[in-house]
Protein backbone atom coordinates (compact mmCIF):
# COMPACT_ATOMS: atom_id res chain seq x y z
CA UNK A 1 0.00 0.00 0.00
CA UNK A 2 0.84 3.39 -0.92
CA UNK A 3 0.39 6.79 0.38
CA UNK A 4 0.00 10.33 -0.63
CA UNK A 5 1.05 11.83 2.22
CA UNK A 6 -0.50 15.86 3.76
CA UNK A 7 1.14 17.01 7.11
CA UNK A 8 -0.68 19.97 8.06
CA UNK A 9 2.09 22.46 10.23
CA UNK A 10 5.56 24.27 10.20
CA UNK A 11 7.84 23.58 13.06
CA UNK A 12 10.61 21.35 14.92
CA UNK A 13 7.89 18.59 15.61
CA UNK A 14 6.22 18.17 11.73
CA UNK A 15 10.39 18.39 10.50
CA UNK A 16 10.62 15.24 12.95
CA UNK A 17 7.76 13.86 11.59
CA UNK A 18 8.40 14.39 8.20
CA UNK A 19 12.10 12.98 8.84
CA UNK A 20 10.41 9.69 10.07
CA UNK A 21 7.67 9.39 7.63
CA UNK A 22 10.00 10.05 4.71
CA UNK A 23 12.12 6.88 5.79
CA UNK A 24 8.60 4.83 4.99
CA UNK A 25 8.68 2.31 2.15
CA UNK A 26 4.93 3.38 2.04
CA UNK A 27 5.24 6.65 1.15
CA UNK A 28 4.02 8.18 -2.74
CA UNK A 29 4.00 11.87 -2.81
CA UNK A 30 4.50 13.89 0.15
CA UNK A 31 3.20 17.75 0.94
CA UNK A 32 3.58 19.80 4.11
CA UNK A 33 1.06 22.89 4.64
CA UNK A 34 2.87 25.42 5.32
CA UNK A 35 5.80 23.19 5.98
CA UNK A 36 9.84 24.64 6.31
CA UNK A 37 12.86 25.06 4.41
CA UNK A 38 14.01 21.49 6.62
CA UNK A 39 10.79 19.54 5.87
CA UNK A 40 10.86 21.00 2.49
CA UNK A 41 13.82 18.22 2.28
CA UNK A 42 11.34 15.83 1.82
CA UNK A 43 7.94 16.91 1.04
CA UNK A 44 6.36 19.74 -1.22
CA UNK A 45 5.66 22.58 0.46
CA UNK A 46 2.37 24.61 0.09
CA UNK A 47 1.55 28.22 1.29
CA UNK A 48 -1.46 28.04 3.52
CA UNK A 49 -2.70 28.41 6.21
CA UNK A 50 -3.16 25.54 8.91
CA UNK A 51 -6.61 27.18 9.93
CA UNK A 52 -8.01 27.23 6.17
CA UNK A 53 -9.98 24.46 5.90
CA UNK A 54 -11.28 25.06 2.48
CA UNK A 55 -8.38 25.60 1.18
CA UNK A 56 -7.05 22.03 3.12
CA UNK A 57 -9.90 20.33 1.15
CA UNK A 58 -8.74 21.73 -1.99
CA UNK A 59 -5.56 20.70 -1.92
CA UNK A 60 -6.61 17.19 -0.53
CA UNK A 61 -8.61 16.63 -3.51
CA UNK A 62 -6.73 18.09 -6.18
CA UNK A 63 -3.50 16.37 -5.15
CA UNK A 64 -5.02 13.09 -4.34
CA UNK A 65 -4.08 12.76 -0.41
CA UNK A 66 -4.83 9.57 1.04
CA UNK A 67 -3.35 10.58 4.55
CA UNK A 68 -3.45 13.69 6.69
CA UNK A 69 -1.32 14.12 9.60
CA UNK A 70 -1.78 17.31 11.65
CA UNK A 71 0.84 18.44 13.99
CA UNK A 72 -0.08 21.11 16.00
CA UNK A 73 -3.83 21.46 17.93
CA UNK A 74 -5.16 24.14 16.61
CA UNK A 75 -6.78 22.80 13.62
CA UNK A 76 -8.26 19.96 15.88
CA UNK A 77 -9.56 22.20 18.07
CA UNK A 78 -11.33 24.40 15.53
CA UNK A 79 -12.73 21.17 14.26
CA UNK A 80 -10.82 20.18 10.73
CA UNK A 81 -11.63 16.23 11.10
CA UNK A 82 -15.66 17.51 11.41
CA UNK A 83 -15.53 19.91 8.34
CA UNK A 84 -13.38 17.37 5.97
CA UNK A 85 -15.75 14.29 6.72
CA UNK A 86 -19.04 16.69 6.12
CA UNK A 87 -18.37 16.12 2.59
CA UNK A 88 -18.93 12.26 1.64
CA UNK A 89 -16.49 12.45 -1.49
CA UNK A 90 -13.70 12.52 1.32
CA UNK A 91 -15.23 9.31 3.44
CA UNK A 92 -12.35 7.02 2.89
CA UNK A 93 -9.60 9.58 3.82
CA UNK A 94 -7.17 8.37 6.58
CA UNK A 95 -7.24 11.05 8.78
CA UNK A 96 -4.68 11.62 12.17
CA UNK A 97 -5.78 13.75 14.91
CA UNK A 98 -8.78 13.69 16.76
CA UNK A 99 -12.14 15.57 15.93
CA UNK A 100 -13.51 18.34 17.91
CA UNK A 101 -15.05 16.66 20.94
CA UNK A 102 -11.98 14.63 21.95
CA UNK A 103 -9.64 17.63 21.14
CA UNK A 104 -11.73 18.82 24.05
CA UNK A 105 -9.00 17.21 25.93
CA UNK A 106 -6.65 19.84 25.01
CA UNK A 107 -9.07 22.67 24.26
CA UNK A 108 -10.92 23.14 27.66
CA UNK A 109 -8.97 22.08 31.04
CA UNK A 110 -12.56 22.13 32.87
CA UNK A 111 -13.32 19.58 30.36
CA UNK A 112 -10.21 17.28 30.79
CA UNK A 113 -10.05 17.54 34.46
CA UNK A 114 -14.04 16.59 34.93
CA UNK A 115 -13.12 13.79 31.96
CA UNK A 116 -10.25 12.46 34.22
CA UNK A 117 -12.55 12.39 37.60
CA UNK A 118 -15.41 10.74 36.07
CA UNK A 119 -12.81 7.59 34.77
CA UNK A 120 -10.88 7.42 37.91
CA UNK A 121 -7.61 9.20 36.41
CA UNK A 122 -5.28 10.12 38.86
CA UNK A 123 -4.48 14.13 38.49
CA UNK A 124 -4.45 16.88 41.25
CA UNK A 125 -7.79 17.78 42.93
CA UNK A 126 -9.42 20.62 41.19
CA UNK A 127 -12.33 23.00 41.36
CA UNK A 128 -13.20 25.16 38.36
CA UNK A 129 -14.73 28.64 38.48
CA UNK A 130 -16.27 31.43 36.44
CA UNK A 131 -16.27 35.01 36.82
CA UNK A 132 -19.34 35.66 38.65
CA UNK A 133 -17.80 32.97 41.13
CA UNK A 134 -14.81 35.03 42.41
CA UNK A 135 -15.67 35.37 46.20
CA UNK A 136 -16.35 30.76 45.66
CA UNK A 137 -12.75 30.28 44.48
CA UNK A 138 -10.98 32.73 46.62
CA UNK A 139 -12.43 30.40 49.01
CA UNK A 140 -11.29 27.18 47.66
CA UNK A 141 -7.95 28.99 47.26
CA UNK A 142 -7.95 29.52 50.96
CA UNK A 143 -8.41 25.83 51.84
CA UNK A 144 -5.49 25.02 49.23
CA UNK A 145 -1.54 24.73 50.58
CA UNK A 146 0.84 27.30 48.56
CA UNK A 147 1.90 27.16 46.26
CA UNK A 148 -1.03 27.93 43.88
CA UNK A 149 -1.69 26.65 40.32
CA UNK A 150 -4.51 28.59 38.33
CA UNK A 151 -5.23 27.34 34.69
CA UNK A 152 -7.05 29.20 32.07
CA UNK A 153 -9.65 27.10 30.90
CA UNK A 154 -9.16 27.78 27.34
CA UNK A 155 -6.04 27.28 24.50
CA UNK A 156 -3.60 30.22 25.60
CA UNK A 157 -0.76 29.66 23.46
CA UNK A 158 1.24 27.79 26.30
CA UNK A 159 0.46 30.73 29.06
CA UNK A 160 -2.67 30.26 30.37
CA UNK A 161 -0.63 28.15 33.57
CA UNK A 162 0.33 30.28 36.76
CA UNK A 163 1.94 28.99 39.65
CA UNK A 164 1.99 31.70 42.41
CA UNK A 165 3.69 30.78 46.32
CA UNK A 166 1.63 33.61 47.97
CA UNK A 167 -2.62 34.14 47.68
CA UNK A 168 -2.31 37.31 47.62
CA UNK A 169 -0.56 37.23 44.43
CA UNK A 170 -3.08 34.48 43.44
CA UNK A 171 -6.37 36.48 44.28
CA UNK A 172 -4.82 39.15 42.33
CA UNK A 173 -4.29 37.07 39.12
CA UNK A 174 -7.16 34.96 39.86
CA UNK A 175 -8.97 38.66 38.86
CA UNK A 176 -7.14 39.58 35.72
CA UNK A 177 -7.66 35.95 34.26
CA UNK A 178 -11.71 36.75 35.19
CA UNK A 179 -11.02 40.15 33.49
CA UNK A 180 -9.90 38.85 30.43
CA UNK A 181 -6.46 38.43 31.08
CA UNK A 182 -5.99 35.40 28.61
CA UNK A 183 -9.12 36.44 26.46
CA UNK A 184 -11.98 33.90 26.79
CA UNK A 185 -9.85 31.18 27.31
CA UNK A 186 -9.90 32.64 30.84
CA UNK A 187 -13.58 32.70 31.22
CA UNK A 188 -13.52 29.63 33.24
CA UNK A 189 -10.48 29.16 35.69
CA UNK A 190 -9.47 25.91 36.78
CA UNK A 191 -7.88 25.89 40.17
CA UNK A 192 -5.66 22.79 41.46
CA UNK A 193 -3.58 21.22 44.12
CA UNK A 194 0.22 21.63 43.66
CA UNK A 195 1.86 18.31 42.74
CA UNK A 196 5.39 18.03 43.56
CA UNK A 197 7.19 15.43 41.47
CA UNK A 198 9.77 14.78 37.89
CA UNK A 199 7.66 15.66 34.84
CA UNK A 200 7.68 13.16 31.94
CA UNK A 201 6.09 13.08 28.88
CA UNK A 202 3.94 9.87 27.36
CA UNK A 203 2.84 9.34 23.80
CA UNK A 204 0.05 7.20 22.70
CA UNK A 205 -0.85 7.01 19.01
CA UNK A 206 -4.50 5.43 19.01
CA UNK A 207 -7.27 4.16 16.56
CA UNK A 208 -10.14 4.51 19.38
CA UNK A 209 -9.60 0.68 20.68
CA UNK A 210 -6.10 -0.08 21.18
CA UNK A 211 -2.61 1.95 20.80
CA UNK A 212 1.27 2.07 20.31
CA UNK A 213 3.26 3.29 23.47
CA UNK A 214 5.48 5.77 21.89
CA UNK A 215 9.03 6.70 23.37
CA UNK A 216 8.53 8.99 26.40
CA UNK A 217 10.48 12.10 26.84
CA UNK A 218 11.42 14.48 29.53
CA UNK A 219 11.30 18.77 28.00
CA UNK A 220 13.73 21.23 29.29
CA UNK A 221 10.84 24.21 29.81
CA UNK A 222 12.89 27.20 31.47
CA UNK A 223 14.91 29.75 29.25
CA UNK A 224 18.00 29.30 31.62
CA UNK A 225 20.32 26.51 32.88
CA UNK A 226 19.10 24.69 35.99
CA UNK A 227 15.49 25.55 35.13
CA UNK A 228 15.78 29.29 35.89
CA UNK A 229 13.75 31.95 34.19
CA UNK A 230 10.98 32.18 31.94
CA UNK A 231 8.84 29.07 30.15
CA UNK A 232 9.28 28.37 26.69
CA UNK A 233 7.99 25.95 24.53
CA UNK A 234 10.59 23.87 25.41
CA UNK A 235 14.92 24.37 24.93
CA UNK A 236 15.32 20.41 24.62
CA UNK A 237 14.64 17.28 25.36
CA UNK A 238 16.04 13.47 26.45
CA UNK A 239 14.49 10.23 25.83
CA UNK A 240 13.99 7.84 27.63
CA UNK A 241 14.26 8.73 30.91
CA UNK A 242 15.69 6.93 33.85
CA UNK A 243 12.86 7.50 36.58
CA UNK A 244 10.54 5.23 34.12
CA UNK A 245 11.13 2.38 34.50
CA UNK A 246 8.92 -0.86 33.83
CA UNK A 247 7.19 -0.45 36.91
CA UNK A 248 6.59 3.70 36.90
CA UNK A 249 4.92 2.74 32.86
CA UNK A 250 2.68 0.01 33.48
CA UNK A 251 1.17 1.99 36.25
CA UNK A 252 1.22 4.63 33.61
CA UNK A 253 -0.72 2.34 31.14
CA UNK A 254 -3.17 0.86 33.54
CA UNK A 255 -4.09 3.69 35.65
CA UNK A 256 -4.24 6.58 32.75
CA UNK A 257 -3.77 5.13 29.22
CA UNK A 258 -6.35 2.08 29.29
CA UNK A 259 -9.10 4.65 31.12
CA UNK A 260 -8.46 7.14 29.05
CA UNK A 261 -9.37 5.21 25.46
CA UNK A 262 -11.71 3.56 27.13
CA UNK A 263 -13.12 6.69 28.57
CA UNK A 264 -13.41 8.08 25.55
CA UNK A 265 -15.10 5.39 24.05
CA UNK A 266 -17.70 5.92 26.59
CA UNK A 267 -18.27 9.22 25.81
CA UNK A 268 -19.20 8.15 21.84
CA UNK A 269 -15.91 9.83 21.03
CA UNK A 270 -14.14 7.59 17.88
CA UNK A 271 -10.72 8.64 18.80
CA UNK A 272 -7.77 8.33 16.34
CA UNK A 273 -4.56 9.95 16.54
CA UNK A 274 -1.87 10.99 18.82
CA UNK A 275 -3.00 11.89 22.53
CA UNK A 276 0.61 13.57 24.85
CA UNK A 277 0.01 13.18 28.43
CA UNK A 278 1.73 15.75 30.65
CA UNK A 279 2.67 13.20 33.77
CA UNK A 280 4.15 14.16 37.09
CA UNK A 281 5.71 11.21 38.73
CA UNK A 282 5.01 12.06 42.46
CA UNK A 283 7.62 9.27 44.66
CA UNK A 284 6.93 6.88 42.05
CA UNK A 285 3.21 7.05 41.34
CA UNK A 286 1.80 8.99 37.94
CA UNK A 287 -0.53 11.73 37.92
CA UNK A 288 -1.85 13.69 35.03
CA UNK A 289 -1.00 17.42 34.38
CA UNK A 290 -2.49 17.80 31.37
CA UNK A 291 -3.89 16.01 27.76
CA UNK A 292 -2.69 17.27 24.97
CA UNK A 293 -3.88 16.27 21.40
CA UNK A 294 -1.10 16.58 19.52
CA UNK A 295 2.69 15.35 19.38
CA UNK A 296 5.19 17.40 22.07
CA UNK A 297 7.93 20.00 20.69
CA UNK A 298 10.73 19.39 21.38
CA UNK A 299 9.55 15.85 22.36
CA UNK A 300 8.96 14.73 19.06
CA UNK A 301 12.56 15.48 17.97
CA UNK A 302 13.85 13.03 20.01
CA UNK A 303 10.59 10.33 19.34
CA UNK A 304 10.78 10.09 16.01
CA UNK A 305 14.87 9.00 15.98
CA UNK A 306 13.87 6.20 18.37
CA UNK A 307 11.15 5.02 16.57
CA UNK A 308 12.24 1.43 14.70
CA UNK A 309 9.42 0.46 12.79
CA UNK A 310 7.56 1.93 10.01
CA UNK A 311 6.08 5.09 11.27
CA UNK A 312 3.61 5.98 8.53
CA UNK A 313 2.12 2.13 7.90
CA UNK A 314 1.40 2.82 12.32
CA UNK A 315 -0.33 6.04 11.05
CA UNK A 316 -2.36 4.85 8.31
CA UNK A 317 -3.40 2.08 10.63
CA UNK A 318 -4.36 3.90 13.23
CA UNK A 319 -6.55 6.01 10.92
CA UNK A 320 -8.34 3.00 9.68
CA UNK A 321 -9.10 1.81 13.22
CA UNK A 322 -6.43 -1.25 12.26
CA UNK A 323 -3.60 -0.68 15.21
CA UNK A 324 -3.76 -4.31 16.48
CA UNK A 325 -1.85 -5.89 13.34
CA UNK A 326 0.92 -3.12 13.97
CA UNK A 327 4.34 -4.37 14.50
CA UNK A 328 6.23 -1.54 16.37
CA UNK A 329 9.42 -1.45 17.39
CA UNK A 330 11.26 0.79 19.51
CA UNK A 331 15.19 1.98 19.27
CA UNK A 332 16.98 0.94 22.71
CA UNK A 333 19.24 3.92 21.70
CA UNK A 334 18.88 7.55 23.55
CA UNK A 335 18.18 10.73 22.19
CA UNK A 336 18.36 13.94 22.79
CA UNK A 337 18.27 17.41 21.26
CA UNK A 338 18.96 21.27 21.77
CA UNK A 339 17.28 23.91 20.93
CA UNK A 340 18.71 27.12 19.48
CA UNK A 341 17.09 29.84 20.04
CA UNK A 342 16.97 33.53 18.98
CA UNK A 343 18.30 36.09 21.90
CA UNK A 344 15.29 37.80 23.71
CA UNK A 345 13.22 34.81 23.44
CA UNK A 346 10.67 34.00 24.63
CA UNK A 347 10.17 37.73 25.41
CA UNK A 348 11.05 39.91 22.14
CA UNK A 349 13.42 39.18 19.75
CA UNK A 350 14.71 40.03 16.53
CA UNK A 351 14.52 37.59 13.49
CA UNK A 352 16.06 37.72 9.73
CA UNK A 353 19.58 36.29 10.94
CA UNK A 354 21.98 34.37 8.35
CA UNK A 355 22.03 30.78 10.10
CA UNK A 356 25.46 29.27 8.96
CA UNK A 357 28.04 26.37 9.60
CA UNK A 358 25.44 23.76 8.85
CA UNK A 359 27.60 21.88 6.45
CA UNK A 360 30.34 21.38 9.04
CA UNK A 361 28.30 19.69 11.35
CA UNK A 362 29.12 15.66 12.16
CA UNK A 363 26.69 13.71 9.37
CA UNK A 364 24.64 11.76 12.23
CA UNK A 365 23.63 14.66 13.88
CA UNK A 366 20.06 15.52 12.87
CA UNK A 367 19.45 19.37 12.63
CA UNK A 368 15.58 20.06 12.59
CA UNK A 369 14.52 23.24 11.22
CA UNK A 370 12.12 25.04 14.35
CA UNK A 371 11.82 28.78 12.80
CA UNK A 372 13.49 29.31 10.01
CA UNK A 373 12.94 30.37 6.58
CA UNK A 374 14.48 31.01 3.30
CA UNK A 375 15.24 34.13 2.41
CA UNK A 376 16.96 35.76 -0.86
CA UNK A 377 17.75 31.86 -1.42
CA UNK A 378 19.51 31.96 2.07
CA UNK A 379 18.37 29.75 5.46
CA UNK A 380 17.29 32.31 7.73
CA UNK A 381 15.75 32.93 11.51
CA UNK A 382 12.14 33.16 11.47
CA UNK A 383 11.01 32.18 14.97
CA UNK A 384 11.93 32.31 19.04
CA UNK A 385 12.84 28.89 18.61
CA UNK A 386 15.09 27.89 15.62
CA UNK A 387 16.98 25.15 15.08
CA UNK A 388 16.70 21.47 17.06
CA UNK A 389 19.92 19.98 17.24
CA UNK A 390 19.52 16.23 17.64
CA UNK A 391 21.31 13.02 17.96
CA UNK A 392 20.72 9.46 18.94
CA UNK A 393 23.84 7.45 20.92
CA UNK A 394 24.01 4.26 22.82
CA UNK A 395 24.30 6.33 25.61
CA UNK A 396 22.80 10.22 27.53
CA UNK A 397 26.68 11.09 28.17
CA UNK A 398 28.14 10.66 24.61
CA UNK A 399 25.44 11.55 22.58
CA UNK A 400 25.05 15.15 24.88
CA UNK A 401 28.51 15.49 24.64
CA UNK A 402 28.82 14.56 20.64
CA UNK A 403 25.27 17.63 20.57
CA UNK A 404 27.56 20.19 22.56
CA UNK A 405 30.55 19.63 19.80
CA UNK A 406 28.57 20.05 17.29
CA UNK A 407 25.74 23.07 18.37
CA UNK A 408 29.05 25.64 18.43
CA UNK A 409 29.23 24.71 14.35
CA UNK A 410 26.26 26.32 13.99
CA UNK A 411 26.16 30.16 13.81
CA UNK A 412 23.32 32.84 13.63
CA UNK A 413 23.77 36.93 15.47
CA UNK A 414 22.26 36.25 19.36
CA UNK A 415 21.69 32.72 19.39
CA UNK A 416 21.28 30.94 22.47
CA UNK A 417 21.36 27.58 24.27
CA UNK A 418 20.67 25.92 27.46
CA UNK A 419 23.96 24.39 28.28
CA UNK A 420 22.54 21.73 30.80
CA UNK A 421 20.13 19.90 28.91
CA UNK A 422 20.13 16.40 30.01
CA UNK A 423 22.73 16.64 32.55
CA UNK A 424 20.16 15.99 35.51
CA UNK A 425 19.12 12.56 33.31
CA UNK A 426 22.83 11.41 33.87
CA UNK A 427 23.21 11.87 37.68
CA UNK A 428 19.78 11.26 38.37
CA UNK A 429 19.42 9.23 41.52
CA UNK A 430 16.00 7.24 42.23
P1 LIG B 1 0.29 22.95 31.32
O1 LIG B 1 0.12 24.14 30.42
O2 LIG B 1 -0.97 22.35 31.84
O3 LIG B 1 1.28 21.98 30.75
O4 LIG B 1 1.09 23.49 32.60
C1 LIG B 1 2.33 24.11 32.44
C2 LIG B 1 3.28 23.61 33.49
O5 LIG B 1 2.82 23.98 34.79
C3 LIG B 1 3.40 22.11 33.56
O6 LIG B 1 4.28 21.60 32.63
C4 LIG B 1 3.90 21.93 34.98
O7 LIG B 1 5.29 22.18 35.04
C5 LIG B 1 3.19 22.99 35.72
N1 LIG B 1 1.98 22.47 36.38
C6 LIG B 1 0.74 22.43 35.87
N2 LIG B 1 -0.12 21.91 36.75
C7 LIG B 1 0.59 21.63 37.87
C8 LIG B 1 0.25 21.09 39.15
N3 LIG B 1 -0.99 20.74 39.48
N4 LIG B 1 1.25 20.93 40.04
C9 LIG B 1 2.51 21.29 39.73
N5 LIG B 1 2.88 21.83 38.57
C10 LIG B 1 1.93 21.99 37.63
N1 LIG C 1 6.93 20.58 25.01
C1 LIG C 1 5.64 20.71 25.53
C2 LIG C 1 4.57 20.85 24.52
O1 LIG C 1 4.74 20.59 23.35
O2 LIG C 1 3.46 21.22 24.90
Do not use: W
Amino acid sequence: MSYNVLLIGSGGREHALAYKIAQSPNLSRFYALPGNPGIAEYAQCIDSGMNDFGKIKEIIKEKGIDLVVVGPEDPLVNGLRNYLFEDESLSELLFVGPDKAGAALEGSKDYAKAFMTKYNIPTAAYRSFSASEMEDAVSFLKTLKPPYVLKADGLAAGKGVLILSDMEEAEKELSQMFSGKFGDAGNKVVIEEFLSGVEVSFFVLTDGKDYLLLPHAKDYKRIGDNDQGLNTGGMGAVSPVPFADEVFVQKVKDRIIVPTIEGLRSEGIDYRGFIFIGLMNCDGEPYVIEYNVRMGDPETEVVMPRIGSDFLAHLAAAAKGDLSMENFQVNPQSAMTVIMVSGGYPESYAKGYKITGLQNVDSDIIVFNSGTKISDGELVTSGGRVLAVTALGDDLQSTREHIYENIGKILFTDSFNRSDIGLDMIFYNK
